[in-house]
């Protein structure tokens, strides 16, 4: 097979570009990437010969090795771990197949600093192109276990690679990078040099579960190096990472910069957590935990491809990179790893599904979870801040799924309210700021927070001074539906239903109301006939004080926006009829009385009865029926006062 030669993709191309032209503020940590990757290499490995016992594979040694040769100036990462075949070497180190892969660029370029730069890098997991900062040249070689034949891949990262045969390729990976010159300014070390690669092994990478080794150092002319014989220098290397597994060691004995770097191993993400959760149960079911709460969400959080759950290892055997069974979907975004003592170590993705003791963790990991998230509302309020802007909608996602901790979501979770124009409220501040005589918490949901303050429903609201949850998010308009109260409250929509806001009315304005109520009679029956094919039912509003009319829905039916959630998932609800609330005291309202009363086959009146219907329905941001008609309408209209 001859010598290919391949374009990289024109994303790729660009990050490589990014990449040479130093985006990061910190060129050592290309040595993480690298080391990571390897270690990934030896997991999969490990792994893939518990399941397979047919596999051709030496996992008796499994570790990766450092090489250095300072004449040379090359850097070689090797490890004998799972390897890659051709085919996969094209697709995984040629292209960077991610669907956000242009956004992310966008936003890459417009990082307004190094730290914010790496983070997006982080986030999608290309590293491996992190060796271009420091090298002029990368050359990968590599076999997957089981396999003959090795493959070479080699590029300067100019905009082409090329791909080759090898036969004697070993089993593994090896990166081999042909080292750019020495440059202090441009934070270029001399990464041949043993003390450098020690220091950035031992702070970024000491918790590797695999043994990080370099060859002694060579003796120098004359000398006889520790423990050989006959002038030959013992082969012994030396391992450079404790190998220590963070979450079984003591607090006491770990800095928090060690937390941070197992996160951003584990997670790709190059900020630091926002909090770090440690959990060990003892028992009858022992295990072990560290969890990572993000400060940021990741690009493809929403995106079907997300991969979820946390690392699972069974007595410091890594098992599987993302166990799903674990944690719930809605807590996606948690990092980290759980140590099990007593899971079976080819334990498969279906049976874990079935499993007691995973059942057991996932419930006491979900607690644990959300109580730190609690725990960090009241005591870190600015943590909190930051992690509900992030991850708030992924959060309120469990009002649907998780009825067994609804209550407890419930509690974390915060609104933008009519309150305050900056700071969110949580339910339980909202029920402590109720007015006098106050029954229900009210909410109305929407595109945003405009929308909502600006819509007619808002009216008598405002005018009684009862706050409003004002929910703009697209999981709002359904757990809504789902959840009816809280400490006794409920939640009550104020575009749904009645207002219901005269409870306290004196017998005066109950009089009047009755009064107005006889003297509307006929308006509302005649526009209830007129507008038959468009609403359920004309009445007088009790939530309106400056607009003429709004659209509400009945109390039980479901609202125009989750309708079209439902229609754009492609499912189709029955179509209900809303009704139409009229502002009693609204100078048009009165004025199409008393010509309804006094002309009442004046065919005219018919077209105003459907503008105010058609100017509703605008006001909340609902869509017409019959646009050219309404336009039509307002035209004639306009015309005559003229």
Not at 119 to 142: C, H, S
Request: aromatic letters at 8%.
């Amino acid at each position: 097979m001859p010598t290919e030669t391949f374009e990289f993709q024109v994303e790729a191309r660009q990050l490589l570009q990014m990449m040479i032209h130093s985006i990061y503020s910190n060129k050592d940590v290309f040595l993480r990437e690298l080391i990571s990757n390897a270690s990934d290499a030896l997991d999969k490995l490990r792994l893939e010969a518990l399941r397979d016992e047919s596999l051709d594979a030496d996992v008796s040694d499994l570790h990766v090795a450092i090489e250095t040769d300072g004449e040379a100036r090359t850097l070689t990462v090797r490890d004998n771990g799972i390897g890659m075949s051709h085919d996969e070497v094209v697709q995984l180190i040629g292209t960077i197949a991610n669907s956000g892969t242009a956004k992310f660029l966008q936003e890459l370029k417009q990082a307004k600093d190094a730290a914010t730069a790496e983070g997006l890098i982080g986030q999608f997991g290309v590293g491996f192109y992190a060796a271009f900062m420091v090298a002029d040249e990368v050359t990968l070689v590599t076999r997957r276990a089981g396999q003959s034949e090795g493959t070479r891949w080699s590029s300067t990262g100019e905009g082409t690679y090329t791909v080759e045969p090898v036969e004697d390729a070993p089993q593994g990976t090896s990166v081999t990078l042909r080292l750019k010159p020495v440059d202090q300014e441009d934070q270029l070390f001399d990464y041949t040099s043993r003390w450098k690669i020690k220091e950035i092994v031992k702070r970024y990478s000491d918790f590797i579960t695999w043994p990080v080794r370099m060859a002694p150092e060579a003796p120098a002319d004359g000398e006889q190096a520790e423990g050989a014989e006959d002038g030959k220098a013992a082969a012994e290397p030396e391992t450079l990472n404790s190998m220590k597994a963070l979450w079984a060691r003591s607090r006491d004995e770990v800095s928090d910069e060690e937390y941070h770097e197992l996160y951003k191993h584990i997670s790709h993400d190059w900020s630091d957590p926002l909090e770090t959760l440690r959990m060990q149960a003892e028992g009858t079911f022992e295990y072990q935990a560290l969890l990572f709460l993000p400060s940021r969400a990741p690009q493809d959080l929403f995106a079907r491809e997300h991969r979820r759950g946390v690392q699972l290892y069974v007595k410091r055997v890594f098992i599987m990179d993302h166990c799903e069974a674990l944690l719930p979907e809605y807590l996606r975004f948690v990092k980290g790893v759980v140590d099990a003592q007593d899971l079976s170590l080819n334990v498969s993705r279906e049976i874990l599904q079935q499993d007691r003791q995973i059942q057991l963790m996932h419930r006491r990991l979900v607690k644990k979870v959300l109580s730190t998230i609690k725990e960090m509302m009241t005591q870190r309020p600015e943590n909190y801040a930051t992690f509900w802007g992030e991850f708030g909608r992924v959060v309120k996602e469990g009002l649907l799924s998780d009825h067994e901790n609804r209550d407890a979501i419930l509690r974390i979770a915060s609104f933008p309210t009519t309150h305050d124009q900056e700071k969110p409220a949580t339910l339980q501040q909202y029920v402590e700021r109720m007015k006098e005589g106050q029954e229900h918490i009210y909410f109305m949901t929407g595109e945003s927070r405009t929308a909502i303050e600006n819509s007619p429903h808002m009216e008598a609201f405002r005018d009684k001074g009862y706050e409003v949850l004002l929910l703009t998010d697209p999981v709002d308009e359904v757990w809504v539906e789902t959840v009816p109260e809280f400490d006794g409250k409920e939640l009550r929509s104020i575009a749904k239903g009645e207002a219901d806001l005269a409870k306290e009315e004196s017998e005066e304005d109950k009089a009047e109301r009755a009064k107005r109520q006889e003297d509307f009679a006929g308006l509302l029956t005649w526009m209830t006939e007129r507008l038959g094919d468009e609403v359920k039912e004309v009445r007088l509003s009790s939530r309106l004080t400056v607009s003429p009319a709004c659209v509400v829905s009945d109390t039980d039916d479901v609202t125009p926006a989750l309708r079209n959630m439902y229609r754009a998932m492609g499912q189709e609800l029955p179509e209900a009829k809303r009704i139409l609330e009229l502002n009693p005291g609204h100078p048009l309202v009165e004025g199409l009385r008393k010509a309804q009363a006094e002309r009442p086959d004046d065919a005219d009146l018919a077209g105003t009865a459907e503008l105010l219907h058609g100017m509703a329905l605008l006001a909340e941001g609902g869509e017409l029926s019959d646009p050219a008609r309404f336009t039509k309408l307002v035209a004639e209209r306009l015309e005559r006062a003229l």
